[in-house]
């Protein structure tokens, strides 16, 4: 029974430890590529207001 305690203790910290890496991860990403991702959304946002104002001022 010992062992079994042992065991899934073991398998928690393992879990712990590879969510906190994917997490790591995904904010070393984010912090990488932030501006270009900033600068599409930027984008997107523009196109969509200058369609809006010349559908509205045609």
Known sequence: MCKRRKNRGQSLVEYLVLIAV???????????????VSDGYNSAGDSIKTEITGTIFN
């Open 22 to 36: 994917v997490v790591l991860g995904a904010i070393a990403g984010l912090s990488y590529f932030k501006n270009q």
